[in-house]
C-alpha cells in the first residue's frame, strides 16, 4: 500500500470504500493515478466477524450510530422534526458491500426512459436518465464477473453479452416453496442472481451456508464485498493508500471554486487536511449529500456543487413490505443465503392498476434468533412464558417470507439537509431527514403483498399474516439525492459523473441515481462505478480535470 504526505496532493481522494468507493480506487490506481481512500469506519477483516445480533443490531457495532452521528426525522415536510435515526449504513472497510443481502439484479432498458414512455407524474421529480440501459451494460457484465455474482438469466431479464460467471446458489426450502406457490399462480419464478459464490471463484471459496448475510459480513469471503475484491487490487497497485477512522467534514475549494481536497478528523478527532487534484465522494446517498451541504461557503452559500438545489432532494429508499408464511413442516430456512428464488411478472407500470409503480417477489426468512423473536412470530403470540415460548418452538423452523420490493417516487420534500439545532460528534450540523411515501408507492406494495399472499397459499402455507403497507421512517436504500443529468438547473452531476458546478468534483454512489429501480440498486450502483472509474481516469489523462 502507497503512504502519501497530506501536505502533498494527489490525484485523488475517494471518500468511502464501500461498494462504488472501492472499485473507484481499484480504477483510478490501475490506471496510473495517486489515490488515497479515506473511510470513516475501522479496517476490520473476518477473524473480526460474529454473529452476535445483540452486538450488530442493538449496539451497531458497524453501522452509523446515534452517539456520533445523531439524526433528525420528519415524517413529511409540514411534520415536526424529532430526533430519530431514519437511515442506516455500514461504517466499515467495504462499506454496504459488506452487509447487504446480496441480491444482484440489474436494471431493465425501461427505468433509464419511464418519463418518455409514461409521460409526467405531477407533484415528483420523475425524469429520465442520461444515459441508457445500453451505455451500462458492458459494465454490468464487468461487475458480475469481477466482483463474482452467481445466477443464470430469468424469462424477463434484459439483455446481456456475458452470462454468469457461476451458477446459482443452491435452492432453499423457501424457494422450492415460492417456486411451488408461484408457478400454482402462473407467475415465472427464477433464480435469485446473488453476489455471492456458488463455486470457488479467484482465491475465494463458495458460501458455506451459515445463514448469516444480511446486517453481517461473510467471515468465509463468499459475499463479494469491495474488501474482498477490488480493495485488495487498488492496494497492491502501489498507487492507493486507505485511511480508516477518518471522518471527512468538508471538501474545500480554491479561490477558482475547484477542489483543492478535503478536510477530516482522524482516529483521535484531530483535524487533518489533504490536497488533491481532484474529490470523488462515494459516501452514500445520506452522507454525500449532507458532506456537500456542509461544505457551503461564501462561493456557494447554498453548499457545493448546489446550484440546482438539488443535492439533498429526491431521496428514495424503494417501497417494500413483507407477508409471512406457516407450513406444516419444518423448512429450517435460517440456513443458506437469504434469497434463491424470485419472480419479476410485476417490474414493469401497468395503467390498469390505477397507479404508478411496479417490483419484485423474493422468498427468503427473516430468520436470525433474537430478531425472530422480538418480532418475528406470528401476530398474537404472547409476549413472555410458556405460550411465548411454545410459538418459537412451533413456529421458528416452519416460517418464511416473501419481501416485496418496489418503486419509489423521487419527491423534492424527500431530502437529506442541515439541522439547525442538532450537531454531531465532531461539532458539525447532523443530519435531518424528511421522507414521506408517495401514495403510489405504498399502493405499489399493497399489490405486490397481495400477490405474495396468493402465492404462499397456494405453496401450501397453513397461516399467513401480514401488515398493511404502512409510511417508511427508516431507509437503508439511499438514493437520488445527487441526481445525474444534462441540465445543470435540475441535477448535480452529469453522466461522467462530474459535478456541474464543480470540474474536479465526482459524485458516484446511490446518491447518482435517477429512479429507484425495483427494491434491488447495488448491481446498479456498482456498474455505474466501473463506467465512472473509466471515464474518469480518461479525462484526467487528457488533461480535462
Not at 492507493?240 to 471538501?251: D, I, K, N, P
Not at 482522524?266 to 459516501?283: I, W
Not at 448546489?306 to 406457516?326: C, D, E, K, P, Y
Not at 390498469?352 to 426468512?365: E, M, P, Q, S
Request: hydrophobic share 35%.
Amino acid at each position: 500500500m502507497a503512504r502519501f504526505a497530506p501536505s502533498d496532493p494527489v490525484d485523488f481522494v475517494v471518500v468511502g470504500s464501500g461498494g462504488a468507493g472501492g472499485i473507484l480506487a481499484k480504477e483510478l490506481s490501475t490506471r496510473g493515478m495517486s489515490v488515497v481512500v479515506l473511510e470513516q469506519g475501522p479496517h476490520v477483516g473476518p477473524l473480526d466477524f460474529h454473529h452476535d445480533e445483540f452486538k450488530h443490531f442493538t449496539l451497531a457495532a458497524y453501522q452509523n450510530q446515534r452517539q456520533l452521528q445523531p439524526q433528525m426525522f420528519k415524517a413529511g415536510p409540514d411534520a415536526e422534526a424529532q430526533p430519530r435515526m431514519a437511515v442506516m449504513y455500514h461504517r466499515m472497510v467495504g462499506g454496504g458491500s459488506m452487509c447487504f443481502t446480496a441480491n444482484y439484479r440489474r436494471f431493465r432498458p425501461l427505468d433509464f426512459n419511464e418519463r418518455t414512455r409514461l409521460g409526467p407524474i405531477a407533484g415528483t421529480g420523475f425524469a429520465d436518465w442520461p444515459i441508457g440501459y445500453d451505455d451500462l451494460e458492458p459494465y454490468y457484465t464487468r461487475a458480475e464477473w469481477e466482483l463474482g455474482v452467481s445466477g443464470e438469466p430469468g424469462p424477463f431479464d434484459p439483455p446481456r453479452s456475458r452470462p454468469y460467471p457461476m451458477p446459482p446458489l443452491p435452492v432453499k426450502s423457501s424457494g422450492v416453496l415460492f417456486e411451488r406457490g408461484a408457478r400454482a399462480i402462473g407467475l415465472h419464478p427464477q433464480p435469485a442472481q446473488m453476489a455471492i459464490l456458488s463455486q470457488p471463484f479467484q482465491d475465494r471459496i463458495p458460501c458455506q451456508q451459515c445463514g448469516y448475510c444480511i446486517g453481517f459480513p461473510c467471515e468465509h469471503r463468499a459475499k463479494s464485498a469491495t474488501l474482498y475484491t477490488v480493495l485488495p487490487v487498488a492496494l497492491a497497485s502501489g498507487r492507493c493508500e486507505l485511511r480508516t477512522e477518518c471522518f471527512v467534514a468538508q471538501v474545500e475549494t480554491d479561490d477558482r471554486g475547484r477542489v483543492s481536497g478535503v478536510v477530516y478528523f482522524d482516529s483521535q478527532k484531530v483535524q487533518q487536511r489533504q490536497r488533491a487534484k481532484a474529490v470523488v465522494l462515494c459516501c452514500n446517498g445520506a452522507e454525500t449529500p449532507h458532506l456537500l451541504l456542509n461544505s457551503g461557503n461564501n462561493r456557494f452559500p447554498q453548499g457545493l456543487a448546489n446550484s440546482s438545489g438539488a443535492v439533498g432532494r429526491h431521496l428514495m429508499f424503494n417501497s417494500n413490505a413483507i407477508v409471512t408464511a406457516q407450513f406444516e413442516h419444518p423448512l429450517n430456512d435460517w440456513k443458506g443465503a437469504m434469497v434463491t428464488r424470485i419472480a419479476l411478472d410485476f417490474y414493469d407500470t401497468d395503467p390498469a392498476r390505477g397507479f404508478y409503480g411496479g417490483g419484485a417477489l423474493d422468498g427468503r426468512f427473516f430468520g436470525y434468533p433474537l430478531v425472530y423473536a422480538m418480532r418475528g412470530a406470528p401476530p398474537g403470540t404472547p409476549k413472555w412464558g410458556a405460550g411465548f415460548k411454545q410459538a418459537l418452538r412451533d413456529g421458528y423452523c416452519n416460517q418464511m417470507d416473501v419481501l416485496c420490493e418496489g418503486t419509489s417516487l423521487p419527491l423534492e420534500t424527500n431530502r437529506i439537509e442541515l439541522d439547525p439545532d442538532l450537531k454531531d460528534a465532531w461539532g458539525l450540523p447532523a443530519m435531518r431527514v424528511t421522507y414521506r411515501d408517495h401514495p403510489d408507492d405504498l399502493a405499489t406494495v399493497g399489490f405486490l403483498q397481495t400477490k405474495a399472499l396468493a402465492l404462499l397459499e397456494a405453496a401450501g402455507a397453513t397461516r399467513t399474516w401480514a401488515r398493511p403497507p404502512a409510511p417508511q421512517n427508516f431507509g437503508v436504500h439511499l438514493l437520488g439525492t445527487c441526481r445525474m443529468g444534462n441540465d445543470p438547473a435540475t441535477s448535480v452531476v452529469d453522466s461522467d459523473h462530474r459535478a456541474h458546478d464543480v470540474p474536479n468534483l465526482f459524485i458516484c454512489d446511490g446518491s447518482s441515481l435517477v429512479s429507484s429501480g425495483r427494491g434491488q440498486p447495488t448491481a446498479t450502483i456498482q456498474a455505474l462505478a466501473f463506467r465512472a472509474g473509466e471515464r474518469i481516469a480518461e479525462l484526467a489523462k487528457k488533461g480535462q480535470i
